[in-house]
């Protein structure tokens, strides 16, 4: 890909994730993005799926489209293929023809089945315990041309920022939601432990021992019994505020 070409793929990857609501929602845009940008150079219609790898084996995470997201999960079922080794080796890999590629027999036949006769798989280190990988599909084999392979390469690295970017957001957004639930189950327990003190004129420790039994007897978590005892009581639930 020419500087241009990058600069604009980046502006356009840029734009999806400040409209996405999710990663998921990004990573559709960007396979999308990525099965266009490869189709254009290819005598062929071309389906992109992203697989994403965060300290675990590696998962479908989005596609072009659900046939993309479907083929990818096959690979993913069977637990190795051209995408799965292009993630473990961080180096592209291609099957030039299902038919003839002694790799994967099985797959193989899979693909062929859903007339894919060729794929490619594009790893994107994101960082230290995450990696993605684009993975192309072709109905005709011998679809991935030099041509074809080095657009696909470039469009590869010219997202690889974004999406990196994409997962810190993520992850922040995750811890984030980690600490709002903390706090919220905080609260509830708080709020209930007030409540069994008033009626019970007992203090804040002995109110405590009363919760834990009952959600011991129960055999429900603590923060569940809290909160039911303070929708009981409010006809609402819990939450948390923060002044700015």
Not at 17 to 43: H, R
């Amino acid at each position: 890909m020419s500087s241009s070409a990058d600069n604009e793929s980046v502006h356009q990857l840029q734009e999806i994730l400040v409209g996405a609501e999710s990663i998921v929602g990004f990573l559709a845009g960007l396979s999308g993005m990525a099965a266009a940008a490869v189709s254009e150079a290819a005598d062929d219609r071309i389906e992109c799926a992203v697989t994403l790898k965060l300290k675990r084996r590696p998962a479908t995470a989005a596609g072009s489209s659900e046939r993309a997201v479907e083929l990818d999960h096959i690979e993913q079922s069977m637990g190795d293929g051209p995408c799965v080794k292009a993630l473990r080796e961080m180096s592209a890999v291609m099957i030039d023809d299902v038919a003839q590629d002694p790799r994967w027999p099985d797959y193989n036949r899979e693909l062929a089945e859903r007339n894919v006769h060729s794929t490619l798989g594009v790893p994107l280190e994101i960082s230290g315990d995450a990696s993605a990988a684009l993975n192309f599909f072709a109905t005709k084999p011998r679809a991935f041309t030099a041509d074809v392979y080095d657009k696909a390469v470039g469009f590869a690295a010219a997202a690889h920022n974004t999406l990196h970017l994409s997962v810190r957001i993520n992850n922040a957004q995750n811890r984030a939601d980690d600490l709002e639930a903390a706090l919220e189950s905080r609260t509830a327990i708080n709020l209930a432990c007030g409540v069994i003190m008033a009626q019970n004129r007992c203090s804040q420790a002995e109110a405590m021992e009363i919760l834990t039994k009952v959600s011991s007897n129960r055999n429900r978590k603590l923060r569940d019994v809290a909160r039911e005892l303070i929708e009981q009581l409010t006809g609402g639930g819990v939450q948390t505020h923060f002044d700015a």
